[in-house]
């Protein structure tokens, strides 16, 4: 490797999160040294496995140049309405029913959303922000807003399934990893494949770039963009139902609010929301870092209700560190 | 530049479906929909997130947008609390010059906090060159956790008697709420920053063709401050109504504005690319959104209708304007 091949390197966006993670946690271990125990990174992976799974969903969707705020709409009522099914007993007592309506919400939504932004064109922001307040505003009206938590017996059991369980020797608390850690793995792989070697995948790239030239080029760019929001819906809802597994409850608004999370990962991990920018590492150290701000600023005797400014300020400093890479671009509205 | 024969053509659309809205609701209840009581509680509603729809407005026309608007509206709803809680605290009684002088420096320090918000919306916009939509999604998450943090999650309340007059009294001896005026002078000074100064046509011209405007010498920096800025103390106004309105302040607030005043910007003309839209189609569709707002409550329909039938209006609306722009681009291209 040559010498300014390494250092644009050494200074690149991945590399600034990098170092910005490093520092946090040093700081934090430095003040609680607790900190450097097994359960850190178990407890982390719990809490930023569904961040991650949406973010993965949310970085399609900027990477074609939109922007997509409708998730946790989506989200619940992917999870709502096959609890509710299940509770008046209409589904029955298999899991797979359970993914299958859920799976089909998801659909039905990102079929609007598809519709809306790739074929009637209108702005991505607003189209999805209208399926948002169509999606939960329908939710809350047909099925009500109780709280359930009766599910299938199969869900329990995958509940029950760990990969590892740490025990914590001095207090005794048990940090167990759920197996469902594999599936944004397996996800994450199965997109990074098809975003890297597939036709299909460049083609995302490319309409984010530059959406005319792509079409010159011979991308079918609004069948691309089409399909783009339908496995963002997908994904939203198999989501939703790990969601409803690990957490033993659905409510109408469990997701509500995590769209900012969501948004401030992919944009610190590097994503751009004109388009054409984002990679899945980028992505997973951006959820790193928020997943850490969000667990750890307690521990460094911040009070936990400072969350959402510390959010904002994750996502302030991803905006600029974004901009200032690309130079700065003067005189935009 | 401008098509007067369109402009007329979306204020006529907008008086048939406040037409339409009439018809409907004299089928279906006559009786509680057309009484002076009803009217009365629609003269006090919807200033709130009308004045809201202004400063989206602004924002939309310079082709960006405004989505803090509402954090802006919960911070400077909260100074104006706080302030007039550490003068007046509580409990006590003050005479009536004190009131007036705290009501004045609270709602000074409410617009105060409104332009300081915009104006650090608008640096990032004009100097850094990022997208509109990205910094003040950043702002708002900034700007709500602020109030988050100051209140700790609960309300902040207790203001003055007199404080809640301003979103809930009546000028005396009439049924003309003090909101009012408050709007109509808004709306006044709105419609004069973008008819009659320099800065509206930059704005125009700024959201028509931003390249355009760069090469013209227009000053994007400082326009682009300044429109937020005013976008920026408008939710300020709205901050302190909503706040004696409810006579509380939180975070949470008035989070379902952001759509609203969306649709309503969109209903009223103002086309999200930029460079459409005036004061007179805005001012019509928030009218129209509050006479639909106030059928549907008499109608005992539930918020949470409320939100599906603004999600899908909006929708609807911006088909609309699709289709039509659709249409027209081919009569020009068939010309």
Redesign the interface.
């Known amino acids: 490797m040559n010498r300014t091949k390494s250092k644009a390197f050494f200074t690149s966006n991945t590399m600034i999160l990098v170092y910005v993670i490093l520092a946090f946690s040093v700081v934090v271990a430095l003040r609680q040294p607790a900190f450097l125990s097994p359960a850190t990174p178990i407890n982390l992976c719990r809490a930023g496995l569904f961040t991650f799974c949406f973010a993965l969903c949310e970085m399609l969707v900027m990477i074609t140049g939109g922007i997509d705020v409708s998730f946790p709409a989506i989200g619940c009522v992917s999870m709502y309405v096959p609890m509710v099914l299940y509770d008046r007993g209409i589904l029955p007592d298999n899991g797979l029913y359970f993914v299958l309506v859920a799976l089909l919400c998801g659909l039905i939504f990102g079929l609007l959303n598809g519709v809306l932004v790739s074929y009637l064109r209108i702005p991505s922001l607003i189209a999805t922000l209208a399926t948002s307040s169509i999606a939960s505003g329908f939710l809350a009206f047909a099925f009500g807003v109780k709280d359930l938590t009766a599910m299938p017996t199969a869900f329990t059991k995958i509940y029950e399934m760990n990969l590892v369980t740490y025990t914590d020797p001095a207090s005794g608390l048990s940090y167990p990893l759920t197996v469902l850690i594999f599936v944004p793995v397996v996800l994450a792989v199965v997109m990074a494949l098809i975003l890297r070697y597939t036709m299909g995948g460049r083609g995302l790239y490319a309409m984010g770039g530059n959406l005319s030239a792509a079409r010159i080029v011979g991308f079918p760019v609004r069948r691309l963009q089409f399909t783009t929001y339908i496995v963002s819906g997908l994904i939203t809802s198999l989501t939703a139902v790990m969601y409803v597994i690990l957490m033993h409850n659905a409510s109408t608004t469990a997701l509500m609010g995590n769209e900012m999370l969501v948004i401030a990962a992919c944009v610190v991990g590097g994503c751009s929301l004109s388009g054409g920018k984002g990679t899945i590492g980028g992505v997973l150290l951006g959820t790193l870092l928020i997943t850490l701000v969000q667990n750890h600023l307690n521990m460094l005797g911040i009070d936990t209700r400072w969350q959402t400014l510390a959010v904002g300020i994750v996502l302030l400093f991803g905006v600029l560190m974004t901009s200032l890479q690309a130079g700065r671009g003067k005189g935009r509205v | 530049m401008k098509n007067p024969l369109a402009r007329n053509k979306q204020v006529g659309t907008l008086i048939a479906l406040m037409a339409l809205v009439c018809v409907l609701m004299l089928i279906f209840c006559p009786g509680s929909y057309f009484t002076a009581k009803n009217a009365k509680s629609m003269l006090f509603q919807f200033p709130e997130y009308g004045i809201l729809a202004f400063g989206m407005m602004l924002c939309m026309i310079?082709?960006?947008?405004d989505l803090s608007l509402v954090g802006i509206m919960n911070l400077s709803g909260l100074t104006a609390a706080l302030i007039l809680l550490a003068l007046i605290p509580e409990g006590t009684e003050a005479s009536a010059e004190f009131t007036a002088v705290a009501l004045i420096v609270s709602s000074v320090a409410a617009l105060l906090v409104g332009a300081l918000c915009g104006l650090f919306n608008g640096f990032?916009?004009?100097?850094?060159?990022?997208?509109?939509?990205?910094?003040t999604?950043?702002?708002?998450?900034?700007f709500?956790?602020?109030v988050?943090?100051i209140t700790?999650?609960p309300a902040v309340t207790g203001m003055c008697d007199a404080f809640k007059e301003i979103a809930n009294g009546t000028i005396a001896g009439t049924f003309v709420p003090y909101v009012l005026p408050i709007f109509v002078i808004v709306l006044l000074v709105v419609a004069f920053i973008l008819h009659k100064t320099k800065l509206g046509r930059e704005i125009y011209y700024?959201?028509t063709n931003?390249?355009a405007s760069?090469f013209s010498g227009i000053n994007?920096?400082k326009?682009?401050m300044l429109?937020y800025m005013t976008s920026g103390i408008l939710g300020g106004v709205s901050g302190i109504l909503i706040t004696s309105h409810l006579n509380a302040a939180k975070?949470s607030n008035g989070t379902s504005y952001?759509?609203l005043t969306?649709l309503i910007v969109?209903l009223g003309g103002v086309h999200?690319?930029?460079g459409k839209g005036d004061v007179v189609g805005v001012t019509l569709s928030v009218l129209l959104m509050q006479m639909i707002s106030n059928a549907f409550t008499l109608l005992h329909i539930?918020q949470?209708?409320?939100?599906?039938?603004?999600?899908?209006l909006?929708?609807l609306v911006?088909?609309c304007v699709?289709l039509i722009r659709k249409v027209e681009e081919k009569k020009k291209a068939q010309q």
Do not use: E, H
């Not at chain 2, 990032?124 to 910094?135: K, Q, S, T």
């Not at chain 2, 949470?304 to 899908?312: C, E, L, M, S, Y």
């Open positions: 310079a082709g960006g947008i990032l916009i004009g100097y850094f060159g990022i997208p509109a939509m990205l910094v999604l950043c702002s708002l998450q900034l709500t956790g602020l988050y943090g700790g999650g700024l959201g931003r390249k760069v994007t920096l326009t682009s429109t975070s952001t759509l969306i969109v999200p690319d930029g539930s949470d209708v409320k939100n599906f039938a603004n999600g899908a909006l929708i911006l088909v699709m």
